[in-house]
């Protein structure tokens, strides 16, 4: 015989907005379970709450039922309301449609469902996904709650379920509304620093973010603006390092979002130091020191004035940390700069190098005993714009040092010792940079020269060293 049930039932919940929260609405005193209600994760914002009936029901006919919220907090979405989909994707639970309408003033969702034709439910069926809007950037404590108000089962069995009159509190839960997770988090190296990034967490007055190495402890928190969905980590990086990133987000008074499931890790590599262009023998010298963690070495080069940068030549990270330029080209001026490479990462060429001219080591055409003393020619540098000399004392100094400076190519040294030998060698200078040395030095025993007359005829004198 079949029998119409009329009962009012009542669900109120207060749900965590991030948590997955699932409530059964039971009658009193019966074993059957006739709702279930779960709560999704925040995404973007929103919270989906997905209600289903569950299975062991033989004749479900109609149901109507209550949604009320905190509209200050939750307001229904633009796709708020969906039926279940069937097997056959149609919008609809069991071959009826189920509708949904606002009931504004009441902050109330009302949804109904009737079917002539009472259908059996076997097992646990979605009936209807609900998703709300989070418009309190605040997040307090609130609560949403599922009515029941009415139920309809019929059946020819002793499965139906009887109620007192009135409506009963089936379950209350109430949790603390907690702030959304930041999303997508994500870290990408960059010249000298690595650059952290996130998707904003509705709500976020700020984000507290904690680095550590892979068998490191996670740090301190580096506290980010909510304006910010970024962070350069500059913080004593080290090269060769893998750094780990995780985020969570703080709301207004002060309640902290759980950690992103994912976390972001990144290999460091710092851009080559100390770098110098110098002057040396047959070409420019480039040095730096290693970077730990670099697959190899790109040197760049260009001309002064020039605006782009050329690749001059790579090398492994397993060879010596020097190159000669053998290309440069007397009297030209060029910059360079050196960057480090992992994988499809190279570090950034900076706007200026270290700037040289080229200057090749000066070429002596003679070092004589004339007597004024000891004198030295040698063949103009391109583009020098003066020469240092430099000269020891044989014998007495075991150093070369800076003993005069010269515009022109060629110097008298009047200040020897007859007797005594001197060891000269000869610099090219501009303002962007100096030669090398000639050679290792010339050497010459000071002699005075002698006149003799009438040696060679036509002659008007020869000197003898």
Not at 61 to 79: F, T
Not at 97 to 122: C, Q
Request: charged fraction near 20%.
């Amino acid at each position: 015989m079949k029998r119409a049930i009329s009962f009012f039932l009542c669900l109120i919940m207060c749900f965590s907005v991030f948590s997955s929260t699932v409530v059964q609405v039971s009658a009193v005193g019966a074993a059957d379970k006739l709702f279930s209600v779960k709560s999704s994760a925040v995404k973007d914002g929103k919270i989906t709450y997905t209600v289903s009936i569950n299975g062991g029901i033989d004749g479900f006919g109609s149901a109507v039922l209550h949604i009320q919220y905190d509209s200050s907090v939750l307001v229904p979405a633009e796709e708020g309301f969906k039926p279940a989909y069937t097997s056959a994707g149609v919008k609809q639970f069991k071959g009826m449609y189920v509708n949904g309408v606002t009931v504004e003033d009441e902050n109330t969702y009302s949804v109904a469902y009737m079917n002539t034709t009472p259908e059996k439910v076997s097992a646990n069926t979605e009936f209807f996904n609900i998703t709300f809007d989070i418009i309190n950037e605040e997040r307090p404590t609130t609560s949403i709650s599922f009515f029941c108000k009415e139920f309809i089962c019929t059946s020819d069995s002793e499965q139906s379920i009887t109620v007192a009159d009135g409506l009963q509190t089936i379950a209350r839960i109430e949790e603390v509304i907690t702030i959304e997770s930041p999303k997508t988090i994500t870290a990408k190296l960059q010249t000298n620093k690595i650059i952290v990034e996130w998707k904003e967490a509705v709500g976020a007055v700020k984000y507290e973010l904690r680095r550590k190495t892979l068998d490191g402890a996670w740090g301190e928190p580096i506290i980010v603006s909510a304006d910010k969905l970024y962070y350069n980590d500059v913080l004593e990086l080290e090269s060769g390092k893998t750094y780990m990133y995780r985020i969570q987000a703080v709301n207004g008074d002060g309640t902290l979002s759980v950690y992103n499931s994912v976390t972001a890790s990144c290999r460091y590599i710092s851009k080559p130091t100390g770098i110098t262009a110098l002057n040396g023998v047959g070409g420019i010298d480039i040095s730096w020191n290693g970077t730990d963690g670099a697959d190899s070495y790109k040197i760049m080069r260009r001309e002064l004035g020039e605006e782009e940068w050329s690749l001059l030549t790579e090398r492994s990270s397993s060879l010596a940390t020097f190159y000669k330029d053998t290309t440069a080209e007397n009297g030209k001026t060029y910059e360079y700069d050196v960057n480090s490479t992992l994988g499809e990462f190279t570090t950034e060429t900076f706007d200026e190098g270290q700037i040289v001219t080229y200057l090749p080591s000066p070429s002596v055409s003679s070092v004589a005993n004339i007597s004024a003393g000891v004198e030295l020619k040698w063949e103009t540098v391109p583009n020098a714009s003066y020469y240092l000399i430099y000269r020891k004392a044989v014998g007495v100094e075991t150093e070369l040092s800076e003993y005069a400076t010269v515009v022109s190519n060629s110097f008298i040294d009047s200040e020897v010792e007859t007797g005594k030998a001197y060891t000269y060698s000869i610099k090219a200078v501009n303002d962007y940079g100096e030669s090398a040395f000639t050679k290792t030095g010339y050497t010459i025993t000071r002699v005075p020269a002698t006149v003799v007359t009438n040696v060679v005829p036509g002659a008007d004198r020869i000197t003898v060293f």
